[in-house]
């Protein structure tokens, strides 16, 4: 039987922005209330889960393989401190914003979910998503507040494995 081999993956994702001068998970990257949610494969048989996973920081998420001929098991965690906000010098770049450690899962398919900050051009404090009226539609995150317009849009991310290793002999 093959060992079970560890993975490093580093999420990065990418925005345009109109209006706004910082976007993050409410709480920074590094937040320990932020879900992490996506879609996992099957190291062993390449099968890909149909409902996505929620991962925060601290937590060794068990994963299982829905395949019943399968049935392979691992583990996701999160390795913190690689991750920063998207800036407005950044729009059309990828920026990393989190490191994942997988045993026998591929991550894949990140969903953003609702739970993001953003900080508008020309003001100092976060704009909480879920407090703030912005709307969700076909990928965008919009927010109309005091008559200025502003907005998330092309959400976009790609899970890098950048290390592979031997962790069990
Ligand atoms: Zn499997």
Redesign the pocket.
Known sequence: MEHPTSKLFSLKIRVTMFGVSKFQPRGGADSRTFEYKFKIR?N??N?VSEDTIAVSLGEKKVCK?K?RT?C?QGNITLEPGHGREVSENDNMKFVPLMRFRCMGFYPQEFEFGDDWAATLKDREDEMNFQENLWHFENGSVLLKHNGDAASVYNLDSVFECIEKRISMI
């Open positions: 099957c062993s048989c099968t393989c395949n399968c392979a």
